[in-house]
Nanobody, 124 residues
């Protein structure tokens, strides 16, 4: 089993930055694709960013391209999401997820393990 714990959320003004971290335990996720999703109140969970097991391939939702950057450190079993130029519409609970088949998918149902989430609130 893999346990994922997110950290780094908080309250920030529009235009500001936050860096989310996801720490994996239980087993190494070096061979897993990893992703970040978010869910705002009253909305469905949506894909934000994904990264392949090697870190050589990344993908982003159109709404965050150019502002967010996903990265991973397989030696530390961690994944990060650097969020810049934040907007009020980025307000949501952000979840880290792991896909043991390494598919680097944007589909939530293809991920096998999920963290509990961390709240990000962007004020205008």
């Amino acid at each position: 089993q893999v346990q994922l714990v997110e950290s780094g959320g908080g309250l920030v003004q529009a235009g500001g930055s936050l860096r989310l971290s996801c720490a994996a335990s239980g087993r190494t996720v070096g061979s897993y694709a990893m992703g970040w999703f978010r869910q705002a109140p009253g909305k469905e969970r949506e894909f934000v960013a994904g990264i392949s097991w090697s870190g050589g391939s990344t993908s982003y939702a159109d709404s965050v391209k150019g502002r967010f950057t996903i990265s991973r450190d397989n030696a530390k079993n961690t994944v990060a999401l650097q969020m810049n130029s934040l907007k009020p519409e980025d307000t949501a609970v952000y979840y880290c997820a792991a896909d043991k088949w390494g598919g680097n998918s944007f589909k939530a149902n293809e991920y096998d393990y999920w963290g509990q989430g961390t709240q990000v609130t962007v004020s205008s």
